[in-house]
């Protein structure tokens, strides 16, 4: 007769077998497209809806991930907005033009993220949970400084670049752009990846103009730098990606981390920011707050392939007028 102990012992072990399965197999294929409204255009203004794609990081052979993104183009997005880590092969830089061909037919803009410039590799999974991976991504950059672009251990990103850019994407790497969508004059600075220290906001710094409608701050990862940089030029909406929303969450209690220095209430989704908000949550935000969006993301480290709690997505918000 199997004692009782033996029995728990089986039941926790199926358990902990079965969510292994599920965050490793089920829940990382399980795309989620979020939906959210913005009141941050002045009155009487038409609406913009916003597509935010982030973090595909891409392996040619994931045919399910690749068919479900391009069919965000049937939204048809008055704008795109890719905030980075598309890549994960040294092979996927085709695969993924292919799988945004229909989004590159609309007005979109893009920034760099470390792994559009670095393949990925084998790690242990358990070093997402503290800071040690991106000091070893740190030191390849370092490395690979001054070295042969043709370097193995190093992405053709230029090739990513100009694939986006002639299909008429705008390049927001340490750059400042100005479109016009609906009608609107929209203003946008954005800088090359801050996880890597690859970002010179000083360059583009600016006081947002104010003849622009909406002045737009796009990064993949959401350091308070420039967060703070950013809203500190008045810019009223912000963008990014990287957290992959904490890739782990606890239900009840949330992320664990945030693979960078913002605190994980704002891991994922929709919140305020402004000059040295820190950790104060967004209920204590002032009248004049920016938004901030941040993308849990579509895919992860292939050698970290794992969700729980934290569905893949991309979001489609829409900018309305203040009330």
């Not at 994931?62 to 069919?71: E, P």
Request: with cysteine; glycine share 8%; charged share 20%.
């Amino acid at each position: 007769m199997t004692s009782p102990l033996l029995r728990t012992l089986g039941t926790g072990a199926a358990l902990a077998g079965g969510a292994a399965a599920y965050a490793t197999w089920i829940e990382p294929r399980w795309f989620a497209l979020r939906r959210v409204e913005v009141p941050c255009l002045p009155a009487g203004s038409p609406t913009v809806r916003v597509l935010h794609v982030s973090d595909l990081h891409l392996v040619p052979r994931q045919h399910r991930k690749r068919n479900w993104v391009a069919g965000l183009a049937d939204l048809a997005p008055d704008l795109v907005v890719n905030t980075g880590d598309n890549l994960a092969d040294h092979a996927a830089i085709p695969a993924a033009l292919d799988t945004f061909d229909g989004l590159l037919d609309l007005p979109g803009l893009f920034v760099m993220g470390s792994n559009d410039y670095f393949a990925p590799r084998a790690k242990n999974p358990l070093r997402y949970l503290n800071d040690s991976h991106t000091k070893d991504l740190r030191a390849d950059e370092d490395e690979e400084e001054g070295q042969d672009q043709d370097d193995p251990r190093r992405l053709p990103t230029h090739e990513l670049v100009r694939g986006f850019s002639e299909r008429g994407w705008t390049n927001l790497n340490n750059r400042r752009a100005r479109l016009e969508i609906n009608g609107l004059d929209l203003e946008f600075v954005g800088v090359d990846d801050p996880h890597i220290e690859e970002d010179d906001y000083d360059s583009v710094s600016a006081p947002a103009d104010p003849s622009a409608t909406l002045t737009i701050g796009v990064a993949h990862a959401p350091y308070q730098r420039i967060l703070d940089a950013m809203t500190r030029d008045g810019a009223q909406l912000l963008f990014a990606g990287h957290t992959h929303g904490g890739q782990l969450q606890i239900p009840g209690y949330g992320a664990l981390v945030t693979n960078c220095d913002l605190d994980t209430g704002r891991v994922a989704g929709l919140s305020r920011w402004w000059p040295g908000a820190g950790s104060t949550p967004s209920s204590h935000a002032p009248p004049d707050a920016a938004w901030l969006h941040v993308s849990a993301g579509l895919g992860g480290n292939p050698y970290t392939p794992f969700r729980f709690s934290c569905r893949p997505e991309a979001t489609l918000l829409t900018l309305v007028p203040l009330a």
